[in-house]
């Protein structure tokens, strides 16, 4: 879940849940939802509370952590678990720290926990505070019935780096070792309605590998770009499912007159 006014007026592009889905997903796990809500405590708890009740394995929501009268995220938190917000000793500890180490390439000596920093150590009551190695405001994750939930910051450098450090180790040991695959097959001289059917009918004979076109072309002169994407049990299962699948494709479209120019199998997951 995605948390700012400024996604949803398209002011800037919402990179961090691509690039949360794409490492997600490369760490074996099925991403099921992607959702922006805007700063707005009422409307965004009530889509926290009604995703707690589909109960997933994780949710991780960005944005909204900072200092400024629009961070809202930890209050929502707050709200959608009927919970108190309270400063946290913990989180208020890593907010000095950080400061005083800011401080201290400046020659300054003292630091000033103001309000608007201290608002960054005011989290929902039993929820934890989470290192933040680059930047001033800590994440946050609370544990709940049967789900963990991860508030990470907005800027992607320290949501990125929050993931890596924090997030990363429990998905992948969620996992169980799963591995996800994709290849792309690239095509000429066939029409995307021609090829459809013949995507139908590899989807339906090689379960677990999902089968997208991505036309590139004009309608005149199709070239189509094909991407294969499986996950499996394990390496070798989500390769040897895509080789399969890509096998049975390429030989449909080199019987329908068109040609096949396919590329090897790219690892998305990080060994």
């Given at each position: 879940?995605?948390?700012?006014?400024?996604?949803?007026?398209?002011?800037?592009?919402?990179?961090?849940?691509?690039?949360?889905?794409?490492?997600?997903?490369?760490?074996?796990?099925?991403?099921?939802?992607?959702?922006?809500?805007?700063?707005?405590?009422?409307?965004?708890?009530?889509?926290?509370?009604?995703?707690?009740?589909?109960?997933?394995?994780?949710?991780?929501?960005?944005?909204?952590?900072?200092?400024?009268?629009?961070?809202?995220?930890?209050?929502?938190?707050?709200?959608?678990?009927?919970?108190?917000?309270?400063?946290?000793?913990?989180?208020?500890?890593?907010?000095?720290?950080?400061?005083?180490?800011?401080?201290?390439?400046?020659?300054?000596?003292?630091?000033?926990?103001?309000?608007?920093?201290?608002?960054?150590?005011?989290?929902?009551?039993?929820?934890?505070?989470?290192?933040?190695?680059?930047?001033?405001?800590?994440?946050?994750?609370?544990?709940?019935?049967?789900?963990?939930?991860?508030?990470?910051?907005?800027?992607?450098?320290?949501?990125?780096?929050?993931?890596?450090?924090?997030?990363?180790?429990?998905?992948?040991?969620?996992?169980?070792?799963?591995?996800?695959?994709?290849?792309?097959?690239?095509?000429?001289?066939?029409?995307?309605?021609?090829?459809?059917?013949?995507?139908?009918?590899?989807?339906?004979?090689?379960?677990?590998?999902?089968?997208?076109?991505?036309?590139?072309?004009?309608?005149?002169?199709?070239?189509?770009?094909?991407?294969?994407?499986?996950?499996?049990?394990?390496?070798?299962?989500?390769?040897?499912?895509?080789?399969?699948?890509?096998?049975?494709?390429?030989?449909?479209?080199?019987?329908?007159?068109?040609?096949?120019?396919p590329k090897e199998h790219r690892l998305v997951q990080s060994n």
């Open positions: 879940m995605s948390v700012g006014n400024e996604l949803l007026i398209g002011k800037i592009a919402n990179t961090n849940a691509q690039w949360l889905a794409k490492r997600a997903t490369a760490l074996g796990i099925t991403v099921k939802r992607v959702t922006v809500m805007p700063d707005n405590v009422v409307e965004t708890a009530r889509a926290i509370r009604e995703t707690l009740k589909r109960k997933p394995q994780f949710f991780l929501t960005t944005g909204g952590l900072g200092p400024t009268f629009d961070d809202k995220t930890l209050e929502t938190i707050a709200k959608a678990l009927n919970r108190k917000l309270d400063v946290n000793q913990e989180a208020l500890r890593m907010v000095r720290m950080k400061y005083q180490m800011y401080a201290s390439k400046t020659g300054i000596s003292h630091v000033d926990l103001t309000k608007a920093r201290v608002k960054m150590a005011t989290i929902p009551e039993g929820t934890m505070p989470v290192n933040n190695p680059v930047g001033t405001a800590p994440a946050v994750r609370v544990d709940l019935e049967g789900t963990i939930l991860f508030a990470l910051p907005g800027v992607p450098r320290e949501m990125e780096a929050i993931f890596e450090e924090t997030v990363a180790p429990l998905l992948e040991e969620a996992s169980g070792g799963a591995a996800f695959y994709e290849k792309s097959l690239f095509v000429d001289n066939i029409m995307e309605s021609v090829l459809a059917p013949l995507i139908d009918v590899t989807m339906l004979d090689n379960s677990g590998v999902y089968v997208k076109s991505h036309p590139k072309g004009k309608e005149n002169l199709p070239h189509i770009e094909i991407h294969l994407s499986a996950m499996g049990a394990n390496a070798e299962d989500a390769k040897e499912k895509l080789r399969r699948a890509a096998a049975q494709l390429s030989g449909l479209i080199l019987r329908n007159k068109g040609k096949v120019y």
